[in-house]
């Protein structure tokens, strides 16, 4: 089992910036790939973006290309969201989660575990 616990959101202006933590508690960390998705109200659930368990390679849903930034450290057990450049539409609850796989994916049913979601408002 894998325990993940999001942190680092809140209310920041458009333009602004925020960074996510996710650190993990439980199995080996570096083995697993990380994603971050997100949900605003009313929506489905959608990939923002993914690491590789080495960190090497990374994936981003099109829409936070050049904004958000994933990085992970494994010595602390810890992957991050660095976000930038905010906008209204990144408004929105934020999840990470694990991949048994190693392998980052856009897909949510390839993970195993997800933590509880970290709330994210951007003002206008």
């Known amino acids: 089992q894998v325990q993940l616990v999001e942190s680092g959101g809140g209310l920041v202006q458009a333009g602004g910036s925020l960074r996510l933590s996710c650190t993990a508690s439980g199995r080996t960390f570096g083995n697993y790939a990380m994603g971050w998705f997100r949900q605003a109200p009313g929506k489905e659930r959608e990939f923002v973006a993914a690491i590789s368990w080495v960190g090497l390679t990374t994936y981003y849903v099109d829409s936070v290309k050049g904004r958000f930034t994933i990085s992970r450290d494994n010595a602390k057990n810890t992957v991050y969201l660095q976000m930038n450049s905010l906008k209204s539409e990144d408004t929105a609850v934020y999840y990470c989660?694990?991949?048994?796989?190693?392998?980052?994916?856009?897909?949510?049913?390839?993970?195993?575990?997800w933590g509880q979601g970290t709330q994210v408002t951007v003002s206008s």
């Open positions: 989660a694990a991949d048994r796989s190693a392998r980052p994916s856009e897909s949510s049913t390839r993970y195993d575990y």
